[in-house]
């Protein structure tokens, strides 16, 4: 998924993508493996409003690494019995 700068704004872009795979959690699940998130933005100090004129200065770009693992089932067992019954 991606987005990128509305008209008229700060110039901001970001996006991100996850890959699923088979997992062993209390049998087999698909769950997320891998997932990459990026963001270009202006990090310089804005002088009026959120306007691409009140940004100076270049935009700096930003990756986040992730990885997922160790994953694990959390459950818990119950049992119902009747009043007065041990």
Request: charged share 20%; hydrophobic share 35%; glycine share 16%.
């Amino acid at each position: 998924m991606s987005g990128c700068d509305r008209p008229g704004r700060a110039g901001l872009r970001a996006g991100f993508a996850i890959e699923y795979g088979p997992v062993e959690v209390g049998g087999r699940s698909i769950c997320p493996v891998y997932g990459v998130a990026t963001l270009e933005a202006h990090t310089s100090k804005q002088e009026a409003g959120f306007s691409k004129a009140a940004y100076r200065g270049e935009a700096k770009g930003f990756w986040n690494d992730i990885a997922f693992s160790n994953y694990r089932r959390f459950g818990s067992e119950m049992r119902m019995v009747p009043a007065g019954v041990q």
